[in-house]
């Protein structure tokens, strides 16, 4: 169930009843109140001096593209874990009876058929954490069974996703190394196994660059649309990794042994356009014209026979299943061990103290 306009309404004359909230709650109150109502953030940024206003700016403009009923529904979920008390016995409490998983940084929403999953970290360029890997996890199994057609995975901001959180290996630096990896590797390979057995049609909407694990799962994806602003990259040996999502079987698949060596061994970035030509990218779009001509095109796709696009991808994908797996589980069982390699500690620690980028 989502919230719908009145929910939202009671949320905001509940919130009016708030005594004195701290500055934080006020910015997220804001910004969520802007976003569920004026959509993203589209006034210029206030001069430096002006420090309440800027903040107030930040804080909005910092969630990215956030869909509106999104930010709606974060606003009365927001609300009501404020002023439980004050919950009408009617309605529902944060998550109660809801269909779609409530994530910070991993926003679920349905509309017109199409469930969207969208990475909303913009702040951080989208980079996964452990949590965002368990509620990607989370939202694919609801969005599989729930009445959608199909399911579009996106970014929130300008980025599509920059990949793993570099700071998902620091605790590698702290802690039990062989648990902690053991535990990384089982959630790395439990977010590509259900991207492999995912029942509907999925499409991932790359709404800027892309890097690391966000490229390589494109190749489990059934349509991949990008704006021309896109590039893919992957940068694993720099980083002391290997290739995983199952890339080091569907990228040579896809593009050829030679162009995928290059993007996935010797780590060279291409462009949306470069991938669209290899297979890898669908089509590019203008970024201008992205969002709309993506979202246009796919309401249309949404009104066929959702069973028969579940069946007709079950045709095209089945009987590469298995080998999805064993592919999976083979380069997670590698990946672990560049983990724990001085190579990949050293280059996760340059990246956190800044000396190198991209
Ligand atoms: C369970 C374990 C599973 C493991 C699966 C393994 C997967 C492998 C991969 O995904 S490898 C790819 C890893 N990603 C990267 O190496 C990208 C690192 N990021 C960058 O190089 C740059 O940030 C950039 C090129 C993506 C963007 O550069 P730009 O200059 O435009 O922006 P900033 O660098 O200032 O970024 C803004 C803030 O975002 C933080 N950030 C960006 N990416 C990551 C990331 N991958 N991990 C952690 N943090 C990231 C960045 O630190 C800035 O934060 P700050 O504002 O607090 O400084």
Redesign the pocket.
Known sequence: MRASQEDFDSAVDRMKLLEDPDSDTKLKLYALYKQATEGPCNVPRPEVLDIIRKAKWGAWNALGSLPKEAARQNYVDFVSSLTPSLESSSQAGPGAGRSLPESEHVVMTSEDSITTIMLNRP???N?IT?QM?QDIILALKAAGKDNSAITVFTGSGDYYS???????FVSFASGDLEKISEE?AN??RNVVDTFIDFPKPLVAAVNGPA???SVTLLGLFDTVYASDRATLHT??TS?G?TP?GCSSYTFPKIMGPAKAAEMLIFGKKITAREACAQGLVTEVFPDRTFQREVWTRLREYAKNSPNAMRIGKQLLRSSEKEKLHAVNAEECRVGRERWLSEECAAAVQS?LSRKA??
Do not use: C, H, M, W
Not at 162 to 168: A, F, H, I, V
């Open positions: 702040a951080k360029k980079a452990i890997y920059s990949g793993n959180d570099l700071t998902n990384s959630t790395l890097v690391g694990i940068p694993f980083l990794q995983e990246f980028r991209l």
